[in-house]
């Protein structure tokens, strides 16, 4: 990254606020179970400031600065989700409704932009968190007019979830939970509408598909 602020780092501090956002929620959640979560992710791994990112970053050390808060809020989404769970299992699915509806919201907002699978891949990855981005954390495998594949070429997630005693494989089922109601909501036209599915483990696709068919599919 560049010594002075441009658009990537704007791009990489929204997705910082994209996550904190949910972890916010998360908080609340706990609360309703009588778990403090808040006042131990603070004390341990920072608070976050919600200002704009000329007032706080250190213009000395941009990418220290923003590793730093890429760190803290991984650390704080591990840490409520595997609490939570430890704790209280059934709150899994409104864990994953909270997921689901940030996911459908950010959608609401953008679904008239995005005219086809690549549009929709890159709003993704505008607005989910995958390390710093030198990390090339995912690898482009298909792109055409009629679906994008992309797979996991590194997990930058898996540290933080193994320091809280956490199961990576929860974070990419809420992955999933985030993509399906983002992509939920979209409508490529009138007729063609988007899904999502994921070809293997490692391996995610968005194509268009007709609504017309899809009908036919569900009742025969």
């Known amino acids: 990254m560049s010594a002075f602020l441009g658009p990537i780092h704007y791009w990489l501090y929204n997705k910082i606020k994209l996550q904190q956002d949910i972890v916010d929620k998360l908080y609340l959640l706990g609360e309703s179970y009588g778990v403090s979560l808040r ?16 007032e706080m970053i250190d213009q000395g050390n941009i990418h220290g600065w923003l590793q ?36 459908k919201t950010f959608a609401q907002s953008m679904k008239d932009t995005l005219q086809n699978p690549s549009d929709v891949y890159k709003a993704i990855s505008d607005l989910l968190l995958d390390g710093m981005p030198c990390d090339h954390a995912n690898r482009l495998v298909a ?29 990419y089922a809420l992955r999933d939970y985030w993509i399906e ?20 483990e490692v391996s995610y696709r968005i194509r ?11 009742h025969s």
């Open 39 to 54: 006042e131990y992710c603070e004390e341990t791994f920072g608070t976050f400031e919600n200002k704009p990112l000329e």
């Open 68 to 103: 730093e808060r890429v760190s803290q809020v991984e650390y704080k989404y591990a840490y409520c989700i595997t609490t939570l769970l430890a704790s209280h299992p059934e709150s899994l699915t409104e864990i994953q409704s909270i997921v689901s509806a940030n996911g």
């Open 143 to 171: 792109n055409n007019e009629n679906e994008v594949i992309w797979s996991r070429a590194t997990c930058v997630h898996s540290t933080y979830w193994d320091e809280v005693n956490g199961d990576i494989s929860i974070y």
């Open 181 to 200: 109601g983002f992509v939920s909501e979209l409508e490529a036209t009138d007729q063609l509408r988007f899904a999502f599915d994921r070809p293997d």
């Open 208 to 218: 268009v598909i007709n609504k017309y068919h899809e009908r036919e599919e569900v």
